[in-house]
């Protein structure tokens, strides 16, 4: 290791933690972006509904229209 300047090891600090901070960058994008789509694909038409309602994006009339379409729709399909 006698030949290497300080420019050089400074080099190869900075190489090292870019590795490092991409690596880890990877793994919580990768665990966020898993988690958030698991969510979604496991939410019913039904929940979904009663989410918007509770977050205040529908009305109760434009929910209770709604669900009846659902419940119609799962009657047909029996």
Do not use: C, H, K, Y
């Given at each position: 290791?006698?030949?290497?300047?300080?420019?050089?090891?400074?080099?190869?600090?900075?190489?090292?933690?870019?590795?490092?901070?991409?690596?880890?960058?990877?793994?919580?994008?990768?665990?966020?972006?898993?988690?958030?789509?698991?969510?979604?694909?496991?939410?019913?038409?039904?929940e979904v509904l009663e989410?918007?309602?509770?977050?205040?994006?529908?009305?109760?009339?434009?929910?209770?229209?709604?669900?009846?379409?659902?419940?119609?729709?799962?009657?047909?399909?029996?």
């Open positions: 290791m006698g030949d290497w300047s300080a420019g050089e090891w400074l080099l190869m600090g900075a190489g090292m933690l870019l590795f490092w901070a991409l690596l880890i960058g990877g793994v919580i994008w990768l665990v966020t972006s898993l988690g958030r789509g698991g969510a979604v694909q496991r939410m019913s038409a039904r989410r918007r309602l509770a977050e205040g994006e529908i009305s109760v009339e434009e929910f209770r229209e709604r669900r009846g379409a659902l419940d119609s729709e799962s009657d047909r399909g029996q």
